[in-house]
């Protein structure tokens, strides 16, 4: 069984892609329509974090 972190997701290793869950872990609680605005950082920092691989 592989222990989750304190935001409640398996820590990939990845720094980029670590911060990222923490920020879906965000959502807990938070008003829909917060969740928005929250999906699209999301979305911008994981093309971001795709596209570094590229280079």
């Known amino acids: 069984m592989t222990d989750l972190g304190e935001d ?3 820590p990939t290793g990845r720094p ?3 911060a990222v869950l923490a920020r879906l872990g ?3 609680g938070a008003e829909t329509g917060a969740h928005v605005a929250v999906y699209e950082d999301v979305h911008q920092r994981l ?3 795709l ?3 590229d280079q």
Do not use: K
């Open 16 to 18: 980029e892609v670590d």
């Open 26 to 28: 965000e959502l807990d």
């Open 51 to 53: 596209a570094a691989l």
């Open 8 to 10: 409640g997701f398996v």
């Open 47 to 49: 093309a971001d974090t």
